[in-house]
T-cell receptor, first 115, second 115 residues
Framework: GAGVSQSPSNKVTEKGKDVELRCDPISGHTALYWYRQRLGQGLEFLIYFQGNSAPDKSGLPSDRFSAERTGESVSTLTIQRTQQEDSAVYLC?????????????FGPGTRLTVL | AQSVTQLGSHVSVSEGALVLLRCNYSSSVPPYLFWYVQYPNQGLQLLLKYTTGATLVKGINGFEAEFKKSETSFHLTKPSAHMSDAAEYFCAVSPIKAAGNKLTFGGGTRVLVKP
């Protein structure tokens, strides 16, 4: 069956530009997560969606970062006025529910490079 | 706040030898515990998890891990390494009493398997 998909797979942008990253979760998964993986580091939590609402945005690093989810499906992570420190792989994950212990299924990620 | 420490960013093992990857967590309450594997150019895949019950957990591909509350550890082992085990491994935790299933990851351990 189809897993979590993300697009684009790679994105190169210039400092100061805005970017949008897309995540298509597994159909029927109500919970959706965004993580960031900077080079040589572990994954950092960014935001969690339950349905279309985001009860936990605590990981968003600045107000340049925002995310939305529509139709309890697709999610978009937007980074405004990108900076070089935003360069990272952005990973999306989904799970059946947002309850504790449920497995999160990860997409292949979007590699963002800010020049 | 929770944190996860993986001892050793790189581990080299010979094919057929024991694989031991160490993970220690810091949390006021024992969390849920996970090990994920990331193969080159692929997304993260769940190897195993501990939520409740037996503290020795068996996962896919012959891996297992043991939760030791007194040592705040969740080390991952495999008796005999195979070339296909070359990948990066991440230990992660999530809080038990919290909405969602936000994962906090360790820094990762890259495993090299020598023939």
């Amino acid at each position: 069956g189809a897993g979590v998909s993300q697009s684009p797979s790679n994105k190169v942008t210039e400092k100061g530009k805005d970017v949008e990253l897309r995540c298509d979760p597994i159909s029927g998964h109500t919970a959706l997560y965004w993580y960031r993986q900077r080079l040589g580091q572990g994954l950092e939590f960014l935001i969690y969606f339950q349905g279309n609402s985001a009860p936990d945005k605590s990981g968003l690093p600045s107000d340049r970062f925002s995310a939305e989810r529509t139709g309890e499906s697709v999610s978009t992570l937007t980074i405004q006025r990108t900076q070089q420190e935003d360069s990272a792989v952005y990973l999306c994950a989904s799970s059946t529910e947002g309850g504790q212990g449920y497995e999160q299924f990860f997409g292949p990620g979007t590699r963002l490079t800010v020049l | 706040a929770q944190s996860v420490t993986q001892l050793g960013s790189h581990v080299s093992v010979s094919e057929g030898a024991l694989v031991l990857l160490r993970c220690n967590y810091s949390s006021s309450v024992p969390p849920y515990l996970f090990w994920y594997v990331q193969y080159p150019n692929q997304g993260l895949q769940l190897l195993l998890k501990y939520t409740t019950g037996a503290t020795l957990v068996k996962g896919i591909n012959g891996f297992e891990a043991e939760f030791k509350k007194s040592e705040t550890s969740f080390h991952l082992t495999k008796p005999s390494a195979h070339m296909s085990d070359a990948a990066e491994y991440f230990c992660a935790v999530s809080p038990i009493k919290a909405a969602g299933n936000k994962l906090t990851f360790g820094g990762g351990t890259r495993v090299l398997v020598k023939p």
